[in-house]
């Protein structure tokens, strides 16, 4: 009896439909993992990286010497993405013109540029998990429900239905909505907690864009004054 | 620095998420098996039992084949040692029995002389004794004639007393004698008298005796013949009943033969449509039930004779059996037909009733 009735078996001897939609379920389950893996990885690198770089920006170093030394524009992340295109953007515009509004324009443009594509970048993917959290219920209820139609179309076909003849058709079905819910429910959670991370990372960086917008407001405030003077 | 840092690849987190899965696998097939025995203890038993008893006594029995030949050769090198051994013994023994050989010829010589001392020591006491015997013998001889002097001397006396104690006892036995003779005399007279009267009693007696033996006789011939009549007349009757019967009982088989293929199709019948098929069935699979009812058609014992294989499809007939109890048409049934089915074997197929 257990034999006929352990999970395997009952997944082995369940209707072509149900079987897809199990191996559906299961493909969406192990991309969902690995969307999880790989953006808890990436999350809190950008979090330590991040940590470092404003340690950096912080400490007093002169904003030309950080230019310089951080390496070239492709490989930039994060604040340090943010701070390069703003700084470039800032440097690219004094010579050519006077006003520094239009300078603090230009570097502000610069600057929400590179953040909706830090933005873009941190999100990457996390709305596949959105999507496996929200639908994979759905598909397996579809296969248990398709697994239970079965069942009563092959139920008419006995002359007495009794707890013994639906019993393994209907178990057979369930598993269909088990493995939905075992695909969902690390997708919501975890959805839930990589969107917060990312978010507030993303909060970060435009905190410190408004910090760097400010400083080279000051510069420029204080170069105005020298003109002026 | 930001170089290390920039991508995250997807190798890494493949490997993860495919190896969770893999685990929680594993872990959901592999606690299946560990739970069942805890499960089927009760159940099944002696079937568990027997499968890991054959499988272990396989591995037992090649251990035990290894250990016997390991023994049977540690076997042939000690008998070989044996040998060995025996030969040294045999030689050792041989010289062993060499020395005894001349010990016993020394022991011979030796009993030899002694025996020879002790012959020469017999020999005198023998002499010794003898001497005694013939100084005994001579003081019986001595002994014996005195005592044969005396003998004779009682001896004459005795036969004198005797010779005169007979010529009285002469006397007195004659005069006895004549007196019987004369009283035996007249009881022989008196009892032939007697014997003649009961002969002819006797005589008398028998006549009758053979008179009334032949009127029996004849008046028993007379029954036997009007008997012997009568039983010709009854057996001729009783052939003809016989015969009758016979086809009676011919007719009552075969009413009970179809009232029992009758009963036997109903209780199928009745069984098949209180029967669920389970779905794992096959038209290939056949279960034979064999059913014990009392007259009253309810069921004692319904047990599966041959399995199909499936153990669900096995329980399946079985509870169907069993909702399908009990088979009141067994009343109806005529006794023969009843003792008949008391015990009997049905045997499904989901194609009979498909």
């Given at each position: 009896m257990?034999?006929s009735l352990?999970?395997?078996?009952?997944?082995?001897?369940?209707?072509?439909?149900?079987?897809?939609?199990?191996?559906?379920?299961?493909?969406?389950?192990?991309?969902?993992?690995?969307?999880?893996?790989?953006?808890?990885?990436?999350?809190?690198?950008?979090?330590?990286?991040?940590?470092?770089?404003?340690?950096?920006?912080?400490?007093?170093?002169?904003?030309?010497?950080?230019?310089?030394?951080?390496?070239?524009?492709?490989?930039?992340?994060?604040?340090?993405?943010?701070?390069?295109?703003?700084?470039?953007?800032?440097?690219?515009?004094?010579?050519?013109?006077?006003?520094?509004?239009?300078?603090?324009?230009?570097?502000?443009?610069?600057?929400?540029?590179?953040?909706?594509?830090?933005?873009?970048?941190?999100?990457?993917?996390?709305?596949?998990?959105?999507?496996?959290?929200?639908?994979?219920?759905?598909?397996?209820?579809?296969?248990?429900?398709?697994?239970?139609?079965?069942s009563f179309m092959s139920l008419s076909m006995a002359q007495q239905a009794t707890l013994s003849t639906v019993a393994p058709w209907i178990a057979?079905?369930?598993?269909?909505?088990?493995?939905?819910?075992?695909?969902?429910?690390?997708?919501?959670?975890?959805?839930?907690?990589?969107?917060?991370?990312?978010?507030?990372?993303?909060?970060?960086?435009?905190?410190?864009?408004?910090?760097?917008?400010?400083?080279?407001?000051?510069?420029?405030?204080?170069?105005?004054?020298?003109?002026?003077? | 620095?930001?170089?290390?840092?920039?991508?995250?690849?997807?190798?890494?987190?493949?490997?993860?998420?495919?190896?969770?899965?893999?685990?929680?696998?594993?872990?959901?097939?592999?606690?299946?098996?560990?739970?069942?025995?805890?499960?089927?203890?009760?159940?099944?038993?002696?079937?568990?039992?027997?499968?890991?008893?054959?499988?272990?006594?396989?591995?037992?029995?090649?251990?035990?084949?290894?250990?016997?030949?390991?023994?049977?050769?540690?076997?042939?090198?000690?008998?070989?040692?044996?040998?060995?051994?025996?030969?040294?013994?045999?030689?050792?023994?041989?010289?062993?029995?060499?020395?005894?050989?001349?010990?016993?010829?020394?022991?011979?010589?030796?009993?030899?002389?002694?025996?020879?001392?002790?012959?020469?020591?017999?020999?005198?006491?023998?002499?010794?004794?003898?001497?005694?015997?013939?100084?005994?013998?001579?003081?019986?001889?001595?002994?014996?004639?005195?005592?044969?002097?005396?003998?004779?001397?009682?001896?004459?006396?005795?036969?004198?007393?005797?010779?005169?104690?007979?010529?009285?006892?002469?006397?007195?036995?004659?005069?006895?004698?004549?007196?019987?003779?004369?009283?035996?005399?007249?009881?022989?007279?008196?009892?032939?008298?007697?014997?003649?009267?009961?002969?002819?009693?006797?005589?008398?007696?028998?006549?009758?005796?053979?008179?009334?033996?032949?009127?029996?006789?004849?008046?028993?011939?007379?029954?036997?013949?009007?008997?012997?009549?009568?039983?010709?007349?009854?057996?001729?009757?009783?052939?003809?009943?016989?015969?009758?019967?016979?086809?009676?009982?011919?007719?009552?088989?075969?009413?009970?033969?179809?009232?029992?293929?009758?009963?036997?199709?109903?209780?199928k019948r009745a069984v098949e449509q209180a029967w669920n098929i389970p779905p794992g069935a096959t038209n290939?699979m056949?279960a034979?039930v064999?059913?014990?009812?009392?007259?009253?058609?309810?069921?004692?014992?319904a047990?599966?004779?041959?399995?199909s294989?499936n153990a669900s499809f096995d329980r399946s007939v079985l509870q169907a059996v069993e909702r399908a109890a009990?088979?009141?048409?067994?009343?109806?049934?005529?006794?023969?037909?009843?003792?008949?089915?008391?015990?009997?074997?049905?045997?499904f197929n989901p194609e009979d009733v498909r």
């Amino acid at each position: 009896m257990n034999e006929s009735l352990s999970i395997p078996h009952l997944i082995m001897n369940a209707s072509l439909v149900v079987q897809l939609v199990m191996l559906l379920l299961i493909a969406a389950s192990i991309a969902s993992w690995v969307v999880i893996f790989q953006r808890s990885f990436v999350l809190r690198r950008a979090h330590k990286a991040h940590r470092t770089f404003e340690d950096r920006f912080w400490s007093g170093v002169d904003l030309n010497e950080l230019y310089r030394e951080t390496p070239a524009e492709q490989d930039v992340l994060g604040a340090e993405h943010i701070f390069r295109s703003g700084f470039r953007e800032f440097n690219r515009l004094l010579p050519k013109t006077r006003s520094n509004q239009a300078i603090l324009d230009g570097v502000q443009r610069a600057m929400r540029v590179a953040w909706s594509r830090e933005e873009e970048r941190l999100n990457q993917h996390l709305i596949f998990l959105a999507t496996v959290a929200s639908s994979s219920p759905y598909i397996g209820l579809f296969g248990t429900v398709w697994g239970i139609m079965g069942s009563f179309m092959s139920l008419s076909m006995a002359q007495q239905a009794t707890l013994s003849t639906v019993a393994p058709w209907i178990a057979e079905a369930l598993i269909a909505t088990a493995m939905g819910l075992f695909a969902a429910i690390p997708a919501v959670i975890f959805y839930n907690r990589l969107s917060a991370q990312s978010n507030r990372l993303l909060g970060q960086y435009e905190d410190f864009a408004e910090e760097f917008h400010s400083i080279l407001h000051r510069n420029l405030q204080g170069r105005g004054d020298r003109e002026a003077a | 620095m930001a170089k290390q840092e920039r991508r995250v690849g997807y190798g890494l987190p493949v490997v993860l998420a495919v190896g969770l899965h893999v685990g929680i696998l594993l872990l959901s097939v592999l606690r299946w098996p560990a739970s069942e025995p805890e499960q089927t203890s009760s159940a099944i038993v002696q079937a568990t039992l027997v499968s890991t008893e054959t499988a272990t006594d396989q591995a037992q029995r090649a251990k035990e084949a290894q250990a016997r030949a390991a023994e049977s050769q540690a076997q042939q090198e000690k008998a070989q040692e044996q040998e060995q051994q025996q030969a040294e013994q045999q030689r050792r023994a041989e010289e062993q029995a060499r020395e005894r050989r001349e010990a016993e010829q020394q022991a011979l010589q030796e009993t030899r002389q002694q025996a020879e001392q002790e012959a020469q020591r017999r020999a005198e006491r023998a002499e010794q004794q003898a001497a005694e015997r013939e100084a005994q013998a001579e003081a019986e001889r001595q002994r014996q004639a005195e005592k044969a002097r005396q003998q004779a001397e009682a001896e004459k006396q005795r036969q004198a007393e005797e010779a005169r104690r007979q010529a009285e006892a002469e006397k007195q036995r004659q005069a006895e004698e004549a007196r019987r003779q004369a009283e035996a005399e007249k009881q022989r007279q008196a009892e032939e008298a007697r014997r003649q009267a009961e002969a002819e009693k006797q005589r008398q007696a028998e006549e009758a005796r053979k008179q009334a033996e032949a009127e029996k006789q004849r008046q028993a011939e007379a029954a036997a013949r009007r008997a012997a009549e009568a039983a010709e007349r009854a057996s001729e009757q009783a052939l003809a009943s016989s015969i009758a019967g016979e086809e009676q009982a011919i007719a009552n088989a075969k009413q009970a033969a179809q009232a029992a293929n009758g009963f036997k199709n109903l209780v199928k019948r009745a069984v098949e449509q209180a029967w669920n098929i389970p779905p794992g069935a096959t038209n290939q699979m056949r279960a034979v039930v064999s059913l014990e009812l009392l007259p009253t058609g309810e069921l004692v014992n319904a047990s599966i004779s041959q399995s199909s294989g499936n153990a669900s499809f096995d329980r399946s007939v079985l509870q169907a059996v069993e909702r399908a109890a009990p088979f009141r048409e067994m009343r109806e049934l005529p006794a023969a037909a009843q003792r008949q089915f008391r015990e009997f074997n049905l045997d499904f197929n989901p194609e009979d009733v498909r």
